[in-house]
Each structure stands twice: as structure tokens, then as C-alpha cells.
């Protein structure tokens, strides 16, 4: 009987672990008045994260924005090597410095279908070929710091010796794969139809791509890739003992916090107003006048002529003021009406005279 209890409790209390560990994590619903740093201090509070079992990048692509938990300690990359791998390849391709159908003798068929093994079905065999037909290891990992921008004082030493990368790095490798998108379209269309439903796919609305490369070696669970929601970002999730739930959470909150923080579109510009009567007419596009019926003018009647007075008639024009146009009289000289006046005053001295003379006569007439 008590071992029959035994064995329910036990039924119960594992039922309820399961439970647990598979309850979705939900993403705060307040997610536009917090930051990306105070959200994922959340999240790994939540799944008990710490420096030792996680590791987070994420850049904005068309904000900037950039966030790092963790991003530039060394952990064990599993199979996301083969981002900068693949990169490196299709890098010497656009060189001229390698043909697609070029045969790899490490990775046992051509580097067409190497790109396919390695990017969609994550064949190690071909991919740790393809890694040594560069040279050896410490040959390979210096030529994929073509893609990092980290310097050897932050580099440790471990990613020389081992299969080791940080989330900072595998960003960069991301910002170049992004920004070189024209060049790296069958990279892209790989890593987009890779491992549908897993890894960041779990956590990501599907009507949003990813294009990813996960991996999973020894309890590290890892997933790096592209999400292009409205503004695409870049992220990278790097975990050891925590499960690919946590993967899959970690790339539902980014996800959510992203599209919270979509910055809203300018304003386009008001067009200017055209003028109400402009000069220039439309090429190509005949006017159409609308007929109006205009009310019919009134018949003019032509003035009555008035007929002048009899008085009028037969009395005589006063004559015109001066044709300016009519060549000018000569003025009369001063003299002649100074002489005039003159022989008129002598004229009536002589009269005067003569009347005085004809006085004095008749008086001395009478004397006598």
C-alpha cells in the first residue's frame, strides 16, 4: 500500500516538473517602456541564467541598436562555425579564386553541394573537410577574423585551440552576411530553409524569416541568425545546460521587443500648392471647357440725333483756339507801335498848337 503511494507521488511530482519546464515563456506585456538590458535581466531571472550558461548579442539593422550579455566570453560553438565557414568560401568564389563546381578532397564532393551539406543539413564531415582544406586549425581560425573586428588582447586564447567562438563574433559575421545580402542570396535562401520549427523558428512568428544556423554539442544548445521582422535584426544566443527552450524564448522576447520599438515612419513632406491660374498648360491633356448658356444681349438702339435751335443754326461759329499744329504768326516788332504812338502825340501837339493860336487871333481881333 505504501509503496503503491510511494509510486503516485512520485507520478505527481514529475507530471508537475514536466509542467514546469514546459510552461512558454510569456513576454511582459510592457515591453515598450523597458529596455532590451532590463527585459532580458528579467528573462534570465526567470530561467536562472547567469555568465556561465549564456551568452546574448543582438544589432538592429536599421536602428543601430545593439545589446551584449555575456557576448565576448569564449563558449563552445558547435556547429554555428559553419557560418563564418561558409562565408569565407563564398568569399573566395566572388574572388575568382575558387570555381562553384571546384572539387573539395576534404569534404568529399564539389563546393556547390558543400555549401547545401553544410548550411541546410549541418553535415559535419563535409564542413570539418571544407574547415581543413584551408590549412590547419590555427590557420582556419585566423582567416575567419576576416569577419571580426575583436583584437588579440580580447580574443582568449581558447578560440585558437578549440572549436570555440562568443555571440559578439558570430554578430559580426552576421552584420557582414546582412549588409552583403546581394552577394550571399543562396547562403540566405540555405540557412532560411534550415531546420524549420527549431531552435529561433520556435520562438519566432512564423510570418517573420529566419535565416539561422544553430547547433547543439554536449549540452551546448546555440542559434545564431537574421530575423527580418519590420526592422530585421541580428542575434545570437549562445547556452550550455539550459535546453533549446531557452533558445526558442530568448528569440520570442527579442522578437516582441523589437516590434514594440519600431520607430514610427517620417512624415512625407506636403507637396506645395499649385498656383490657381498657372500659365503653362498640360502636355498631352486637352482641356474640357463646359458649355454654359449665356443670356442673349440686348439689342443696342442707336442714340437719337439732336437737333439743334434755330438759333443755333444761324449764328456764327466762334472760332477755334489755335491748331497747335498750325505754324506759328511772327510777333510784331517793338518799334513800330512805339513809332505809331509817337507821330500820334505829335500829331496832338499840332492840333493843341494850332487851336491855341487861333485863340490868341480871335482875342486880339476883339481889342482892336
Not at 571580426?148 to 585551440?161: H, K, L
Not at 500648392?273 to 444681349?297: K, Q, R, S, W, Y
Request: include cysteine; charge should be negative; hydrophobic fraction near 40%.
Amino acid at each position: 500500500m505504501y509503496q503503491n503511494s510511494f509510486r503516485a507521488l512520485a507520478a505527481l511530482l514529475l507530471a508537475a516538473l514536466l509542467a514546469v519546464t514546459a510552461a512558454a515563456y510569456e513576454v511582459p506585456s510592457d515591453l515598450e517602456a523597458m529596455t532590451l538590458e532590463e527585459a532580458m535581466a528579467d528573462f534570465m531571472d526567470q530561467n536562472g541564467l547567469n555568465s556561465d550558461n549564456f551568452a546574448l548579442s543582438y544589432y538592429n539593422t536599421v536602428t543601430g541598436e545593439a545589446y551584449g550579455y555575456n557576448e565576448t566570453h569564449m563558449m563552445v560553438a558547435a556547429s554555428t562555425f559553419k557560418l563564418p565557414l561558409n562565408l569565407y568560401y563564398y568569399d573566395l568564389e566572388h574572388a575568382g579564386e575558387l570555381a562553384s563546381d571546384a572539387y573539395i578532397a576534404g569534404a568529399g564532393t564539389t563546393l556547390d553541394d558543400a555549401h547545401y551539406q553544410s548550411l541546410v543539413w549541418s553535415n559535419n564531415e563535409v564542413s570539418i573537410g571544407m574547415l581543413y582544406n584551408l590549412g590547419d586549425f590555427r590557420t582556419y581560425k585566423e582567416l575567419m577574423r576576416k569577419y571580426f573586428t575583436m583584437t588579440d588582447e580580447e580574443i582568449e586564447y581558447i578560440y585558437f585551440a578549440d572549436n570555440y567562438y562568443c555571440t559578439r563574433m558570430m554578430v559580426e559575421a552576421l552584420q557582414y552576411l546582412y549588409e552583403n545580402s546581394a552577394d550571399f542570396e543562396e547562403m540566405i535562401d540555405y540557412m532560411k530553409e534550415a531546420q524549420p520549427g527549431e531552435y529561433f523558428k520556435a520562438g519566432v512568428p512564423e510570418e517573420y524569416e529566419v535565416a539561422h544556423k544553430y547547433g547543439w554539442y554536449e549540452g551546448a544548445v546555440n542559434d545564431v541568425g537574421i530575423i527580418y521582422t519590420e526592422e530585421p535584426y541580428l542575434l545570437a544566443v549562445y547556452t550550455q545546460d539550459v535546453g533549446a527552450r531557452v533558445v526558442a524564448d530568448a528569440a520570442a522576447l527579442c522578437t516582441a521587443y523589437n516590434l514594440a520599438h519600431i520607430q514610427p515612419p517620417e512624415p512625407e513632406p506636403e507637396p506645395e500648392p499649385e498656383p490657381e491660374n498657372p500659365m503653362h498648360e498640360l502636355e498631352g491633356t486637352p482641356l474640357e471647357i463646359e458649355e454654359v448658356d449665356l443670356p442673349a444681349e440686348p439689342e443696342e438702339t442707336p442714340p437719337e440725333e439732336e437737333t439743334a435751335p434755330p438759333e443755333a443754326l444761324t449764328q456764327p461759329e466762334q472760332p477755334d483756339a489755335p491748331d497747335p499744329a498750325e505754324p506759328e504768326v511772327a510777333p510784331v516788332p517793338w518799334w513800330l507801335p512805339a513809332g505809331a504812338a509817337v507821330v500820334l502825340l505829335a500829331m496832338i501837339l499840332l492840333v493843341a498848337s494850332a487851336r491855341r493860336r487861333r485863340y490868341r487871333g480871335k482875342h486880339t481881333a476883339r481889342r482892336r
